[in-house]
């Protein structure tokens, strides 16, 4: 859906900006023909007029707001947090606004945009091949948080993030030196180019490298919650008893996987192997403990943050790649 701004009403109908903002503001000193002119092209392209813009001359005060895409998802609640404390030694102010992980980020920025006067954005586990041109059109300065948008073609988008694909071509290469050769890998949906089908294709490097076939079966699109990960789990494993192992896309995902797994009988690691993803407290804290990829929160929440100030103030966008840990726990070992 095109997004259209008073300028480019102001262009279809051939007058100023300013002569669309006194027909829209009721303004008596507009001819009926001009403000027939300009209504007609208001309707045609369903221009929806910012509530807020005649309070903009009067007040300085627009809001940057972070969209999290996961209720549920407890790395990125840390992560918002850790934004919110950066954001303190910054003028501009932040709100965070949480959608479910299947709605649309962009019409939430939209919303914002348009009700809010939200002039900016983080983008907290966006699926940016889904968004760029809408955000394009928006042409809002925004960061995408934990995601690497520097092949977006974005003028004004920054981001943060890992090498999601490195990280875990090297967590698959920690099962396979295990001698895993039946792994299964649960994760979201594999089109496009967002951090899950980044993630995706590192594990199928590492398979390939080592000669590992790798069945479309054993790939297992679920929610990144507790329960749809148990869910996912159950059905799975109730047909593939032979793999050995799991590389999930989240610590929660794992965390799921690992009580489906005891909930039918089966031990991890003795049975099943089983490696998470994001380096959360919990992970750690689990039994048994998740072998996981750590992503530095404080890191991506502090140069997320700068880098929107930054533009916000007349910089350029950016890109940065942060450094990933793989955490050693008690979740995998050698196959059985």
Known sequence: MEIYTIRDVARMAGVAVSTVSRVLNGRPDVSEETRRRVMDVVEECGFVQNRNARNLKNTKTVFSAIIVRGRHNTFLSDVA?????????????????????????????????????????????????????????????????????SGSGLGRASSVSIDDRAATHAMMDRLIAQGHTRVAVFGGC????????????????????????????????????LHGAYESAMRFFEKHRDVTAVLAMSDTMAAGIIRALADMGMHV????????????????????????????????????????????????????????????GESIGPVK
């Open 81 to 149: 947090e850790q934004m919110l404390a950066c954001a303190q030694e910054y003028k501009t102010p932040f709100i965070v606004k949480y959608i479910d992980e299947e709605d649309d980020e962009f019409d939430a920025m939209r919303q914002l945009y348009t009700e809010k006067r939200a002039g900016s954005f983080i983008l907290l586990g966006s699926r940016l091949d889904e968004r760029k041109e809408m955000i394009r059109m928006l042409g809002v300065p925004c960061v995408f948080a934990t995601v690497d948008a």
């Open 269 to 328: 690691p003795t049975d099943v192997s089983v490696t998470g993803f994001d380096g959360t407290e919990m992970a750690g804290y689990y039994i048994p403990a998740i072998t996981t990829v750590r992503q530095p929160t404080a890191t991506i929440a502090r140069e997320s943050v700068a880098l929107l100030c930054d533009m916000l103030d007349g910089g350029d966008a950016r890109h940065i790649t942060v450094d990933y840990t793989l955490v050693d």
């Open 190 to 225: 594999r089109e496009g180019d967002d951090v899950f089908v980044r993630r995706y294709r590192g594990a199928m490097d590492s398979l390939n490298e080592h000669g590992i076939s790798f069945d479309s079966d054993q790939y297992v699109q679920s929610r990144f919650t």
